[in-house]
Antibody
Framework: QVQLVESGGGVVQPGRSLRLSCAVSGFTFSSYAMHWVRQAPGKGLEWVAVVLYDGSNKFYADSVKGRFTISRDNSKNTVYLQMNSLRPEDTAAYYC????????WGRGTLVTVSS | AIQMTQSPSSLSASVGDRVTITCRASQGIRNDLSWYQQKPGQAPKVLIYDASSLESGVPSRFSGSGSGTDFTLTISSLQPEDFATYYCLQDYNYPWTFGQGTKVESK
């Protein structure tokens, strides 16, 4: 059974950093691009970043470019999102997702950026 | 970035109604579009991929159509469990972009 489990969320002050992790199981992780998508409280979905299957290419939303870094470790079946210079507007539930016949989502982890 | 304009932002409907939601892309995206349903407190769930392909396990009352710039999600006969928010997503090129969402509420 395919599972994606995010962790690493919490409360952080503006300007600080946080690293999210997403551990996956139930499929051949190294064959899939992996995504992060976020949703601010009461708002819509925002695609954040993708890392291709071998980590060779990464793409970002303009809103996070230069501050967030996506990476993966295929030996650990895990994808990461390093978030630096956090802003209050980065407050959101962060989901990792795999694309195969649409996006398959984890349950998300909540990040709150507040002083 | 490609802009996805989804409409309406909300609608009120009754059980048994036919419901239609549209998404328009700011440029052609072939059929690289998927539709998601999200209920409060839950992660989104894919309903349709490649514009018109029904994901396994999704009821056949859901259907998708369109290609290029104009796309439609149709619920042929709304059921109580279908009250939720729906999003389109273009996966034609990066950065991927979602529509703003459509909240389907009970009339």
């Amino acid at each position: 059974q395919v599972q994606l489990v995010e962790s690493g969320g919490g409360v952080v002050q503006p300007g600080r950093s946080l690293r999210l992790s997403c551990a996956v199981s139930g499929f051949t992780f190294s064959s899939y691009a992996m995504h992060w998508v976020r949703q601010a409280p009461g708002k819509g979905l925002e695609w954040v970043a993708v890392v291709l299957y071998d980590g060779s290419n990464k793409f970002y939303a303009d809103s996070v470019k230069g501050r967030f870094t996506i990476s993966r470790d295929n030996s650990k079946n895990t994808v990461y999102l390093q978030m630096n210079s956090l802003r209050p507007e980065d407050t959101a539930a962060y989901y990792c997702a795999r694309y195969s016949r649409g996006l398959l989502w984890g349950r998300g982890t909540l990040v709150t950026v507040s002083s | 970035a490609i802009q996805m304009t989804q409409s309406p932002s909300s609608l009120s409907a009754s059980v048994g109604d036919r419901v239609t939601i549209t998404c328009r892309a700011s440029q052609g995206i072939r059929n690289d579009l998927s539709w998601y349903q999200q209920k409060p407190g839950q992660a989104p769930k894919v309903l349709i991929y490649d514009a018109s392909s029904l994901e396994s396990g999704v009821p056949s009352r859901f259907s998708g159509s369109g290609s290029g710039t104009d796309f439609t999600l149709t619920i042929s006969s709304l059921q109580p469990e279908d009250f939720a928010t729906y999003y389109c997503l273009q996966d034609y090129n990066y950065p991927w972009t979602f529509g703003q969402g459509t909240k389907v509420e009970s009339k």
